[in-house]
């Protein structure tokens, strides 16, 4: 809302009463604030009408801009903000999710891709810092209301951080890691009560050992804290605050919408200011909001005009994410927070893999070049030979053949790392080597395919291919080893695979049968963690395709035994920890071999959604498993 106060706008500051509007003739240094920080970032009361302003700037078609707007224009702004303010003071408040369109405003006409969409600084005509240019001019704007305070789940109405609830358990006060954290709950850029303190200290509690899903051992967990405790602590950490208490309420099933709404108002007021627009906390802030979005779109039960504004809001927050992180000089000008920019990275690459689309923000050294792990790692690739004897044997690329070999080093260290939790470099540098890595295969990927129409022999390259998208697979799965079930985050990787592979007759591949073996495997994984209850007849398709050719490749028409299945594994890049369960659970399911032990859990997708969800936002399954299930399983044990 606009940080002005008219007599129609009263102001209710944390526990303080009512403030008297100041005099009309007042001038008005901050026009687009959304909230009024003069009363430690309290927002209005929550029965008058709070303005969608995300929705609202998908109007604007400026570019991102964080110069000030001229005298002239901001005046001109205000009266105009004003107008439609002073117009909504009559409306109802009503319980409304964010996202939530109007039909008037014809959503359904939106269709503009995120490589479209601007970020547009609080200084330019538009309500927000979110904006999106659309060939088609159509707006996706949410209607005027408000929100459901995040208290109101206790019964009450008032501001979410200006209630106490006498109910609520006191949050203990931990001295583990957050000594300095529970001290300075006075001094933060935003007022908490008991409510928001709780959730806070689940937000520093749930994040912190999930920050890194390589990290088993959570030998990051101090560092990370550290990072989440400073950008809580910073001067400008308003919006960050606010986005972790998002973040938290929806992790306890309560309304987070009035704190989401916060979160982007703050960021919006900061990138108003040249020396805090880039700043690690605003850009933690968009990360989380981007996040927490993607989380929404990830729910098959988001539908209709709600989807449609939320995808908007979700692209709009991708964007600006892009733009700043290109205006602070890319993620190699993060380096002295590696939090988040390994946070930042990863997320990057994961989107990248799930929707086969260029990554957003890449890692590069100061020469241009991405770093080689084997340049880190006291090994060699003359350790791994017998790995790569497979891939010599078929003629591999070159080039994928040098990224194999890197891959076969790192995986080394990382099954080492995973069984006695000692690696050459720590937890922060294995996930960033992790999304490298990624990014070589999807990159070498995505080359072949552009040159795909001057290669000669089509099924030479279908090997390649193949070889490339089952090792995509393999290392999003052992780099997270703690999913069991990756949903439709990995549906784009596991059909090329199976189209690629449909290229190769199995005659191409009778130099290696225990790497085509491990191929299909690897294939076979993906389809089976497609959700359960909505495989479409392709994906069933897929999976009859893996089960048929995989039999195929053992070679006998009797059930072969799971341990020497495993030996020809073990001769392809393998990690015993993450696979050799899972493979045999997988095996025993295809009819590969038999059941060796008693309680065989289906690997199938067990875990959040049981439809399919669009790939673009499948990677929201994998936010909302890791960040979102903990309050879930808490609950499950307590009863």
């Given at each position: 809302m606009l940080a002005q106060q008219t007599k129609a706008f009263d102001a209710v500051g944390g526990d303080s009463g009512p403030v008297s509007p100041p005099e009309t003739k007042e001038k008005h240094h901050t026009t687009f604030m959304f909230i009024d920080s003069s009363n430690g970032g309290i927002n209005a009361k929550p029965d008058k009408v709070v303005r969608s302003f995300v929705m609202k700037s998908a109007r604007n078609k400026k570019p991102w801009s964080t110069r000030p707007k001229s005298p002239k224009t901001e005046s001109s702004v205000t009266a105009k903000s004003r107008r439609q303010s002073s117009s909504r003071t009559s409306s109802k408040i009503g319980e409304l999710q964010i996202s939530t369109c109007s039909s008037r405003l014809e959503c359904d006409t939106f269709t503009a891709q995120w490589e479209n969409w601007t970020l547009t600084s609080p200084s330019s005509t538009s309500d927000?810092?979110?904006?999106?240019?659309?060939?088609?001019?159509?707006?996706?704007?949410?209607?005027?209301?408000?929100?459901?305070?995040?208290?109101?789940?206790?019964?009450?109405?008032?501001?979410?951080?200006?209630?106490?609830?006498?109910?609520?358990?006191?949050?203990?006060?931990?001295?583990?890691?957050?000594?300095?954290?529970?001290?300075?709950?006075?001094?933060?850029?935003?007022?908490?009560?008991?409510?928001?303190?709780?959730?806070?200290?689940?937000?520093?509690?749930?994040?912190?050992?999930?920050?890194?899903?390589?990290?088993?051992?959570?030998s990051s967990e101090a560092a990370a804290a550290s990072w989440v405790t400073t950008s809580i602590q910073s001067p400008i950490g308003a919006p960050f605050i606010y986005a972790a208490l998002t973040s938290a309420a929806r992790a306890a099933k309560l309304n987070p919408e009035g704190y989401k709404w916060r979160a982007v108002s703050e960021v919006n007021r900061l990138l108003a200011d040249p020396g805090k627009n880039t700043d690690d906390t605003t850009i933690a802030t968009v990360l989380i909001l981007l996040a927490l979005e993607e989380a929404d779109l990830a729910d098959p039960r988001r539908k209709g005009d709600e989807r449609r504004c939320s995808v908007s809001v979700n692209d709009a927050h991708l964007s600006g994410l892009s733009t700043m992180i290109g205006q602070r000089g890319g993620l190699a000008a993060l380096e002295s927070n590696r939090c988040l920019q390994v946070c930042i990275f990863m997320h990057s690459i994961a989107q990248a893999i799930t929707t086969f689309k260029p990554p957003y923000a890449l890692l590069f050294r100061a020469n241009g070049e991405i770093e080689d792990y084997a340049t880190v790692s006291f090994q060699t690739p003359h350790t791994q030979s017998h790995i790569l004897r497979a891939h010599h044997n078929l003629g591999i690329d070159a080039k994928l053949l040098t990224i194999i070999s890197t891959i076969s080093v790192f995986i080394s260290d990382l099954s080492s790392w995973y069984d006695t939790g000692t690696s050459v470099v720590g937890s922060l540098d294995l996930q960033k080597h992790a999304s490298l890595l990624m990014y070589r295969l999807f990159d070498w990927y995505d080359q072949n395919q552009r040159d795909a129409s001057r290669q000669h022999t089509v099924s030479h390259g279908a090997v390649n291919e193949s070889i490339c998208l089952a090792l995509l697979l393999f290392m999003v799965m052992v780099t997270e080893p703690n999913t069991h079930s990756f949903g439709s985050r990995l549906s784009k990787a596991t059909a090329k695979l199976h189209a690629s592979l449909q290229q190769a007759p199995m005659h191409h591949w009778a130099n290696a049968p225990d790497l085509i073996f491990w191929t299909l495997t690897m294939g076979a994984l993906g389809a089976k963690s497609l959700p359960k209850n909505s495989r479409s007849p392709t994906q069933k398709t897929m999976l009859a395709f893996f089960t048929q050719y995989c039999r195929h490749a053992i070679g006998s028409p009797d059930m072969a035994s799971a341990e020497l299945l495993l030996e020809r594994m073990k001769t392809c890049l393998w990690v015993p920890y993450i696979f050799d369960d899972r493979v045999k659970r997988l095996w025993v399911s295809m009819g590969l071999c038999r059941a060796e032990v008693v309680d065989l859990e289906d690997v199938s997708s067990s875990e959040g959604e049981r439809e399919q969800v669009d790939d673009k936002y499948a990677l929201g399954q994998s936010t909302t498993m890791r960040f979102f299930g903990a309050e879930k399983t808490r609950k499950r044990k307590r009863a």
């Open positions: 927000s810092v979110f904006s999106s240019n659309s060939s088609n001019g159509a707006v996706c704007e949410s209607p005027a209301s408000t929100y459901t305070s995040p208290s109101a789940e206790y019964g009450y109405a008032d501001d979410a951080c200006g209630v106490s609830n006498p109910t609520r358990p006191v949050l203990p006060r931990h001295t583990s890691f957050t000594i300095d954290f529970t001290r300075s709950f006075d001094s933060l850029a935003v007022r908490l009560d008991a409510n928001a303190e709780y959730l806070l200290h689940q937000f520093v509690e749930d994040i912190t050992p999930r920050l890194l899903p390589i990290d088993l051992h959570r």
